[in-house]
């Protein structure tokens, strides 16, 4: 029986799985590399937005007054597309053709809509009167040029890449994506293609783990897996490690005769304890070689829950994000569930915000039982000291996507 008093706290193993993988560099890659990613200066506008008064309209560029009686018929001095680099003052009494984002030409202070007119093209009668300033785009109208448009820490998703580009921009500073290692362990693992032959499971942790990486917008590479042999996981390892941000490792660490990973880590920079926390409760952590190591236990459930706890927030807060946790729910409980003393359990559930913010417990709290966490959309915390949770019990939800 596990002294519950000798386990280590869960945010104090998340706290230092964080600290040993810590901030990434600043690295500026072209802007359609940028997504998701995170800015890591203000960004400041070198130009104004728009860079010139335009068109909002196609129609003809007027002076108001000359409009303010209709209909009434001016000449068409000019055509001006967009695009167009000199465009010449409209004269008083004169229309200039104009499309939609062409610059207003000097003299003119409206454009009245093709659909108010003839559409003429040498002479325009003119329906309807506009007002000075109608359908014209001013001149850093959306952006003065010298402010700050993005500040630091701001996360780059399609707006914000769009507005870089408006800009000027064809790359930006970022924190690059982190780059984790990914190799699963056990004698028992075959890949997917070959027989399974009695005690043999088809390895699932690699792509999972890897896939777990790349979705919190980290960079992953996976080793796939290697047998319970101290000898192969250095043959393994050893010549890759040195590219990489973090060795991220599932199996071998528990209380067994063949724990490979135990076996290859311990002394060697690598800390192996007990969290409190079910599932998950075996990990290890520390630097082998000069590089951040976490290392998960071998049932699926229990790697994908410690990945989601203890690294994910650390992938995350290297990349410079300041909110590195999942969103979160206040919701109730369809059954009740029951949990073990002194550990936080985090079962698998399915959560209906639309019927009043229920959670439904999906499966047992088996670490084995994958499936359930294939149907599950989130997390159902149980607190530490708790270990009978009613139907109806209020319970926070840690969402397995977004954040
Ligand atoms: N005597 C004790 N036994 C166990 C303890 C304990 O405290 N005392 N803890 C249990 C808990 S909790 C966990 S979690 C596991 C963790 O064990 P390991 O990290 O050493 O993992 P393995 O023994 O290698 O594997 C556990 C389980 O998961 C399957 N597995 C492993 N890797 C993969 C993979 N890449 N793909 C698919 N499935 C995988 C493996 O076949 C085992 O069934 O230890 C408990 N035991
Ligand atoms: O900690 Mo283990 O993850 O309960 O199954």
Not at 22 to 32: K, Q, R
Not at 43 to 56: E, R, T
Not at 384 to 398: M, P, Q, R, Y
Request: charged share 20%; aromatic share 4%.
């Amino acid at each position: 029986m596990v002294d519950v008093s000798e386990l280590i706290r869960v945010a104090d193993h998340r706290a230092r799985v964080a600290a040993l993988v810590g901030v990434m560099p600043v690295v500026e890659p072209p802007l359609a590399d940028c997504l998701g990613l995170v800015l890591a200066r203000d960004l400041v506008a070198p130009i104004a937005l728009p860079p010139f008064d335009n068109s909002a309209m196609d129609g003809y560029a007027v002076r108001a007054a000359d409009v303010a009686a209709v209909p009434v018929t001016l000449p068409v001095a000019q055509d001006i597309p967009a695009g167009r680099a000199h465009v010449s003052p409209l004269e008083p009494g004169t229309a200039h053709r104009i499309m939609t984002g062409a610059p207003v030409p000097a003299g003119a202070d409206a454009v009245v809509q093709v659909e108010w007119t003839d559409a003429g093209t040498s002479a325009v009668r003119v329906d309807r009167a506009v007002a000075a300033g109608q359908n014209v785009r001013r001149a850093a109208d959306d952006v003065a040029p010298g402010s700050v448009v993005l500040a630091a820490g701001a996360g780059l998703g399609p707006a914000q890449l769009g507005l870089a580009a408006a800009l000027g921009f064809g790359a930006l500073p970022v924190r690059r994506r982190p780059r984790v290692l990914v190799l699963s362990t056990g004698s028992e693992l075959v890949g997917p293609g070959a027989p399974l032959e009695p005690g043999q499971i088809y390895e699932s942790n690699g792509v999972m783990l890897a896939a777990a990486v790349r979705e919190a917008g980290g960079e992953a590479e996976l080793l796939r897996f290697v047998p319970d042999d101290v000898g192969r996981f250095h043959e393994a390892v050893g010549p890759r490690l040195g590219s990489f941000d973090l060795l991220l490792t599932s199996g071998g660490v528990s209380a067994g005769a063949y724990e490979v990973v135990k076996d290859a880590l311990s002394g060697r920079g690598v800390e192996f304890t007990r969290v409190a926390m079910q599932p998950g409760g075996p990990q290890g952590a520390g630097r082998y070689r000069g590089v951040a190591v976490a290392t998960l236990p071998g049932n699926p459930v229990s790697a994908q829950v410690s990945f989601e706890v203890f690294v994910r927030p650390a992938l995350r807060a290297a990349m410079g994000f300041a909110r590195v946790a999942r969103p979160t729910a206040v919701a109730r409980l369809s059954s009740p569930i029951g949990s073990p003393a002194g550990r936080t359990q985090f079962r698998r559930g399915a959560y209906d915000p639309v019927s009043g913010r229920v959670v439904t417990p999906v499966g047992g709290p088996g670490s084995h039982l994958l499936s359930a966490l294939a149907v599950s959309d989130c997390l159902i915390e149980v607190p530490e000291d708790v270990t009978e949770l009613a139907g109806g019990a209020e319970v926070t939800v840690h969402m397995l996507h977004g954040g």
